[in-house]
């Protein structure tokens, strides 16, 4: 699975990194969200799934490699 950010949609609320902090960081000016694992691994796809499901602009993906 690889994650995708479109970031100019990103409203910067921090569920992502409140559901996956290994894999999730915001910028501290702007609070925009970074991403610190694009291929997250089977251990850590509960929280991102979680985080692309409550992402309030849909600003994140997981897509098939």
Known sequence: ??????????????????????????????????LLVEQPGEELLDGVRKAVATCPSSALRLAER
Do not use: I, N
């Open 1 to 34: 699975m690889r994650l995708e950010l479109d970031e100019p949609k990103c409203v910067g609320s921090g569920h992502c990194v409140l559901a996956a902090p290994d894999v999730f960081d915001q910028r501290d000016e702007d609070g925009v969200t970074v």
